[in-house]
Structures are given as C-alpha cells and as structure tokens.
C-alpha cells in the first residue's frame, strides 16, 4: 500500500503541477462525485453528521489537490456509528464496482444492438448477391 501511494502521490504531483494539469483536473469529473457520494451514502447509512461537503471542486483542486470530499463527525461511545468508519473508509470500492457495472450494462446493450445492425448492413447484402448466383429464391 505505501509504494502504490508513492507513485500514485508522484503521478499526480507531476500532472497537478505541469502544463498538463487539464488531465488531473478532466480525470475527476466522473470519478470523484462518484467517489464522494459513496463515502456520504455510507456516512449517512452509519448516522456520521456530515460537517462537510464538496463533490467536485476542479480550481482549488489545482492548488491543494483535493478534488473533492466529505468531513464527517461521529459518536465514538456508539459502536454502530465506529464500525461505520470502516464502511465508509471502503465505500468508494463498492460505489465505484457498482457504477463501472451499470455503465457496462448499459454500454454492452448498446453495442449488442450496435453488433447486430452492423452484421444486417455487412451480411445480408452478401447472402442476397450469393442466393442470386446459386438461383435461390429464398434462403432458409
């Protein structure tokens, strides 16, 4: 986990600071409110009281390079609201898994009908040229 958020920490410390900034900032406007929201989902499952939000904040983000967050506070006598700070530790995972799915789904039904319509244009022209050629009438 350290080496991988030392290059990680390396990664964005380049991108944040160069001409390529853009890329930092274009980077976290789909993954950070999805980031965000699951940590608040989680918090508010667990009763956190949320003291502070901010989905996405692309300009401040260039100079603290915190694209985003959710301060919370919570009872530490409740064991309800302590275990709750694992759960919404891992939100992100789970909220991230869930949406990367549903783009799946939704994306792989349109390729499926974007396949289909494809193989009509391509195909059906050959097996109608082929039939010609054979003298069938009717393909089967």
Not at 2 to 12: A, E, L, Q, R
Not at 23 to 41: A, F, K
Request: glycine share 8%.
């Amino acid at each position: 986990g350290i080496i991988i958020k030392f290059i990680n920490d390396k990664i964005f410390d380049k991108l944040r600071d160069s001409s390529k900034s853009w890329i930092y900032i274009l980077s976290g406007i789909v993954g950070t409110p999805i980031h965000e929201l699951s940590h608040l989902i989680v918090d508010k499952l667990f009763l956190h009281k949320i003291t502070g939000l901010a989905l996405y904040r692309p300009i401040k983000c260039r100079k603290d390079g915190v694209m985003g967050y959710v301060n919370t506070s919570y009872n530490p006598n409740s064991m309800y609201q302590t275990i709750g700070t694992f759960f919404g530790g891992i939100a992100p995972l789970i909220g991230g898994s869930i949406s990367l799915i549903l783009l799946i789904i939704c994306f792989l039904s349109k390729l499926i009908t974007f396949l289909k319509v494809l193989k009509d244009l391509i195909f059906l022209p050959l097996k109608n040229s082929a039939s010609k050629r054979l003298g069938v009438t009717r393909l089967q």
